[in-house]
């Protein structure tokens, strides 16, 4: 048993070391703060100031669903860019998470 626990601990060390970047759940906060929050820092919008991310605006657009957040992201709409090209699909499901859980908080 304790050698079953050894291999373990190591195996498990070895992969947080040594993973690929591919291989780590991308950090949505971290990716929405470097490609989203010029315009659309704490929720806002400031192109378009009623189409902020706050819940009510997400229904009211509906835009309330992580698909039709991950939509908008990957083909843009309107003033918004897409980022497809700049974004993998694990990266824009993550900004699409983050973006509904900050909805839910209040941003």
Not at 20 to 49: E, K, L, R, T
């Amino acid at each position: 048993m304790r050698k079953l626990l050894t291999i373990l601990f190591l195996a498990i060390a070895f992969c947080t070391l040594s993973c690929p970047a591919w291989a780590i759940a991308p950090d949505g906060q971290q990716i929405f703060n470097a490609n989203c929050s010029a315009c659309h820092i704490g929720g806002n919008n400031v192109i378009i100031a009623n189409k902020t991310l706050r819940k009510e605006a997400l229904e009211k657009y509906g835009m309330n669903s992580l698909e039709a957040i991950k939509t908008q992201v990957l083909n843009g709409k309107n003033a918004m860019p897409s980022f497809k090209e700049r974004l993998q699909d694990s990266e824009i499901t993550a900004v699409a998470e983050y973006v509904l859980s900050q909805s839910e908080k209040g941003w």
